[in-house]
């Protein structure tokens, strides 16, 4: 039954001696940087519709779009690269660190990498852009 359990599951992990790397040390970047993902991209799209939202009151409600189908592909291209260096090269603490100090953790387990809080900073951020 252990092996069926295994071959159904996404994962699994072969000595729990792994378990305490996996969520100290890649639970926590992966939760960091996912946060910072999702932030990322509400900030983007609403720049983009904040635009949109402004060219319609200088166009007269004309119906006249903004930008060509090339330019919305590229700006889509050209913005991805920002958050994908973010996600690769961004470490605020190493690894030993964060197996030392398992208090890091609780950034994600009270939310305080993604709340309300944060969300109102980005719209607020991204109204100024």
Sequence with gaps: EGRQAVNAADFSIAQFR??????????????????????YCFWKNIVLTLMLFY????????GTSMFDGMLWTSFNV???WPIVATGVFERDVDDEQALQ???F???GRLGLDL????????????LVH
């Design 101 to 103: 100090n398992p208090e």
């Design 18 to 39: 792994f378990l305490q790397r996996l969520l100290l040390v890649h639970g926590r970047l992966n939760y960091r940087r996912m946060c910072k993902f999702i932030l």
């Design 78 to 80: 050209i913005l991805f």
């Design 115 to 126: 709340n309300m809080v944060k969300m109102t900073e980005t719209l607020l951020s991204a």
């Design 55 to 62: 060219y319609t009151f200088i166009s007269g409600f004309s």
């Design 105 to 107: 953790y609780e950034n």
